[in-house]
């Protein structure tokens, strides 16, 4: 490519306000813009493009893949380039798109839990009926009784997980009413200040006091209310501060409920995931994954959006929820 030309072609390339990179012919990835580094979460130009996109082909022309390890669909374009290089344009995923296919996933997997949990309901109940009939036939300090109770406890788990699941799935809209939502805050926090995870860490209230009535269920905000409380506290492993902040936009009639921590933040490769039923970062069987999954759809239920800024030093969960809701179903 003459010069002239190929300095033509990198001033275009630098104008391009797309994700671009160039790969040879083994798929390496040479050279790329900033918006493509960042949306593929890259700290440098290293890798090839069979890591970043799943179903690729590398023919030229339009091209429809996945971005590795989501279910997300990408769109692009591949160009011949110089000396065998392949340009590779991506037409990244609109906010509806990404909106659109978020609710669409998160929907069929909630009605696969609740499918799940119908399921395994009858047989959890056999069995604590069963083991509790047991162990009123045997001593209280055999060892018999100590395995029975292990038996109970275990199957009260499951019973608990198997009702987050019914939450994750659930659709009936239950009651809704005029709410105090300030007030909600206030009383569901109480519940859990006691708690030894909430012993170290600073509570900031900024809540506006002139907030309006918000129509809703109350026992669904609560658990929304209480969730995210209870995520953030656990990202701070029990140390740290905790803002609670409420605020009106009387432009959309919307309620902003916030809860901000100073904790590590969530990492880039994870953050498409947080509210996919049973993801969770935490091990030995201490979470379900459900927690943030089941804020996803009660705020859906109340026509409502959830979202996330997040960076090493400060998380956000920003939850918006219109006044009054129309056309409930």
Known sequence: MPSSRKKNVVTILTRIKAPWGLVDTQGNL???????????????????IHDLLENF????????????????????????????????????????????FQMEKLAAMGNL???????????????LLYANLLKEDLPSQSLQADYVNKIIKLATRCR???KALLNVGRRESGTFEQIDFNRLIINMFSLVEEHRLFKEIDIIWELDHTLPLVHGNSSQLEQLVLNLITNAAEALEGKGRIIIRTSYLSQEDTIIFEVEDNGPGIPAEIRPRIFEPFFTTKSGGKGTGLGLAICYGIVKRHQGEIQVETRPGQTIFRVKLPRVILNYE
Do not use: C, W
Not at 30 to 48: D, Q, R, W, Y
Not at 78 to 92: A, H, M, T, V
């Open 30 to 48: 040479i050279e790329a813009n900033e918006i493509f580094l960042s949306f593929f979460n890259l700290k440098k130009t290293k890798g090839n």
């Open 57 to 100: 082909s590398e023919d030229y022309g339009f091209f429809k893949a996945k971005r590795k390890n989501t279910d997300m669909p990408l769109e692009g374009v591949i160009i011949p380039y110089e000396d065998g290089l392949k340009l590779i344009l991506i037409k990244p995923p609109s906010r509806n798109e990404l909106e659109q």
């Open 113 to 127: 839990a609740g499918h799940i949990a119908h399921e395994i309901n009858n047989p959890l109940g056999g069995i």
């Open 160 to 162: 608990i997980i198997a």
